[in-house]
């Protein structure tokens, strides 16, 4: 066991007039199996990133280990798979690498077949088992799940419980609760770490949240209730003054002695309660920092005046000579959300683009409503680039909805400043998924739209489908998601 030690680090990338890290201090355990939480652009990537001595930063970042990276690029991708995992861990024996992929149910015979052949799934795997044939390393791991179905989530998340030392960027509720034991969160207003899984964490976070919105509340009430008893005590205090100076009562003169007294006793009284406000405005001061906002979404479903909307019978899709996927049949009915579910490379995609008009080449039927309009999402954001007012000038959207849907998706109104190709992976998602929210449409196909966003932001937008139910039609890989929005699965 040994620490790795932060302290009073600050950073900020060249040219940003905002930091992404301000004077924060704590220390991690390396036997620790550590899930790293946090919502979209608040620095995951780039705290890894300092671990790894990437940039320069203020502040004192000390380790007794070395740091590994997932995930790494492969030079060589048309290499034998094994000569790939030699490159990573050249001390590793084959023997052992046998044992590692074996864990996670890797075939043998994939190490000699070029890396490049093989599914993003299978990569993912080979990958992280090289990963952990390094020895006396801290491992990073940053969002390992974007290219695993869920039966592959399960089985990396099982394999990652049999290890320690490790931080893990994830926003996959399930898999986080399988296999962590602590939890490093940043928040708002600072960083947190506390023992237990992603479900402890939320719970600790929910009754702190609870706690402070609560004595926020009696803060307010004792705020005001001060204030005005304060403003009674300076009013009776000031006329009580004015008696000093007043006429004869029966002939005799007010007692300027007694009632300065009293007028004094009454301002020192006032002044008592405004010190008593002052405090509880101080304390209140001190509450809601980390309360993040969750406001609802809503999007522009419209109306269609068919029941079934899509329907396919007996579909395949090819590419060249290969199948990708053969005898699709399912129809998609108004107000179904429907996942399309399936193991990596089963046509999931595929038949999401072939829905969507994409000129794909197939054979059975296709048959979709007259005049239906359908909103995409996809899974690629690597074409994202420009200013989001160009952005939503290009796609024909309302450009002051677009950015209120960001605010609500916890964008700064910084980032509406920079270009969209400097985002976060999760920010960049978060603007495909707000353009589509203001598309008006008739059904939403959706694919993999959660890659990489934050929890908080996914339990948004499943706020938002249950409490508007649309008609879409989605790939997701995460389970929790999947369980709570789907009114009906098609298995490939």
């Known amino acids: 066991m040994s620490l790795i030690q932060v302290k009073n680090l600050t950073f900020a990338y060249d040219g940003s007039y905002d930091n992404i890290f301000e004077d924060v201090s704590f220390q991690l355990d ?4 550590l899930g790293f939480t946090g919502r979209n652009g608040r620095g995951k990537t780039t705290f890894l990133n300092l671990l790894l001595g990437k940039y320069e930063y203020r502040g004192h970042i000390s380790a007794s280990v070395s740091f590994e990276y997932f995930p790494f690029p492969v030079a060589n991708p048309e290499d034998l798979t094994l000569f790939v995992m030699e490159g990573i861990v050249p001390e590793a024996a084959e023997w052992q690498i046998k044992r590692e992929l074996s864990l996670l149910k890797v075939s043998e015979d994939a190490l000699y077949r070029p890396f490049e052949s093989l599914s993003n799934g299978e990569q993912t795997k080979v990958l992280l088992a090289a990963l952990f044939l390094k020895e006396n390393s801290f491992l990073l791991i940053d969002e390992p799940t974007n ?7 399960k089985l990396v998340s099982d394999y990652l419980r049999s290890k320690r030392g490790f931080i893990l960027v994830s926003h996959d509720r399930a898999f986080l609760d399988n296999c962590i034991d602590h939890v490093l969160s940043i928040n708002r207003a600072d960083i947190d770490i506390q023992k237990g899984n992603f479900s402890d964490w939320q719970e600790n976070k929910r009754r702190e949240d609870d706690f402070e919105l609560a004595e926020n509340d009696k803060l307010k009430k004792d705020i005001k209730r001060l204030s005005e008893a304060a ?17 004869r ?6 007692d300027k002695g007694y009632i300065g007294h009293k007028a004094a006793k009454m301002m020192k009284r ?4 405004e010190h008593r406000q002052q405090a509880a405005i101080d304390e209140r001061a001190g509450l809601l920092k980390n309360i993040e906002s969750a406001e609802s979404l809503k999007l522009a479903q419209l109306p269609y005046h068919q029941d079934r909307l899509v329907e396919l019978a007996g579909v395949s899709i090819f590419y060249g000579e290969k199948t990708v996927c053969g005898n699709v049949a399912f129809a998609v009915e108004r107000g179904e959300r429907i996942a399309l579910s399936g193991p990596n ?13 994409e000129d794909l080449t197939y054979t059975g039927t296709l048959r979709k409503g007259s005049q239906l309009k359908i909103s995409y999402v996809s899974q690629d954001t690597s074409h994202l680039r420009g200013n989001l007012s160009d952005y939503a000038a290009a796609h024909g959207i309302d450009e002051s909805l677009f950015k209120a849907i960001l605010r609500k998706l916890d964008f700064a109104r910084v980032q509406f400043e920079k270009d969209i190709s400097s985002y976060s992976g999760g920010q960049k998602k ?3 998924i707000a353009r589509s929210l203001c598309e008006p449409a008739h059904l939403y196909v959706w694919d993999e739209p959660l890659n990489f966003i934050d929890v908080l932001s996914r339990m948004q937008i499943e706020d938002l489908l249950l409490e508007h139910a649309p008609t879409i039609l989605f790939v997701e890989h995460d389970s929790e998601f999947c369980r709570r929005i789907a009114t009906k699965v098609v298995e490939l």
Do not use: M, Q, Y
Request: hydrophobic letters at 30%.
């Open 270 to 273: 006032s002044k008592a309660t």
């Open 430 to 432: 978060k603007v495909l």
């Open 249 to 254: 009562v029966g002939g005799l003169r007010p």
């Open 345 to 357: 490379g089963s046509g999931k995609s595929s038949i999401l683009k072939l829905i969507c008009g």
């Open 30 to 33: 390396t036997d620790w199996k």
């Open 231 to 247: 403003k009674r005590t300076s009013d009776w205090s000031d006329a009580v003054e004015k008696t000093k100076n007043g006429t």
């Open 147 to 153: 290219h695993l179905d869920v039966h592959a989530r």
